[in-house]
């Protein structure tokens, strides 16, 4: 009998250690969700607002991912935008306006763009203001 009692806790003493490696692991999964969930919103936060290119061009960034590029106040194309890690994604409304992607950060009241897939020009660097 001693030796069934021994092989039981031995088990049990196997399964204790597998729940508290599952749990751990959970926890850091959890925690990795949480902290890219915390930086994709700080990240759109931080784009909020109008900000210029130029005398002729800005760049609008609504709540819940809407937005609008407006030139010399005639011309709008409204686009819904998604942010990954430091990739911002426009979604134009207008089918003949070409989708396209930018490599972002955002430095105080300037945004930096990189042109990536579907600009003008891939690579290039456009730096805005914010409005004030």
């Known amino acids: 009998m001693k030796e069934r009692g021994n092989k039981n806790k031995g088990h049990q003493r196997i399964?204790?250690?597998?729940?508290?490696?599952?749990l751990a692991?959970?926890?850091?999964i959890v925690t990795l969700?949480?902290?890219?969930?915390?930086?994709?919103?700080?990240?759109?936060?931080?784009?909020l607002?109008?900000?210029?290119?130029?005398?002729?061009?800005?760049?609008?960034?609504?709540?819940k991912g809407n937005g609008c590029i407006c030139l010399d106040n005639s011309s709008?194309?409204?686009?819904?935008?998604?942010?990954?890690?430091?990739?911002?994604?426009?979604?134009?409304?207008?089918?003949?306006?070409?989708?396209?992607?930018?490599t972002f950060s955002v430095e105080g009241e300037k945004l930096i763009l990189v042109g990536g897939e579907g600009t003008a020009e891939a690579g290039?660097?456009?730096?805005?203001?914010k409005n004030k």
Do not use: M, P
């Not at 290039?124 to 203001?129: G, N």
């Open 15 to 22: 399964l204790a250690s597998v729940l508290v490696v599952a």
């Open 25 to 28: 692991v959970l926890v850091l």
């Open 33 to 47: 969700v949480c902290k890219s969930y915390a930086d994709r919103n700080k990240a759109i936060t931080e784009l």
């Open 49 to 63: 607002g109008v900000w210029h290119y130029d005398q002729y061009t800005e760049y609008e960034f609504w709540e």
């Open 76 to 102: 709008h194309f409204e686009f819904t935008y998604k942010v990954e890690d430091d990739t911002l994604y426009l979604d134009f409304a207008l089918d003949y306006v070409t989708d396209c992607q930018y």
């Open 124 to 129: 290039k660097v456009y730096e805005l203001t």
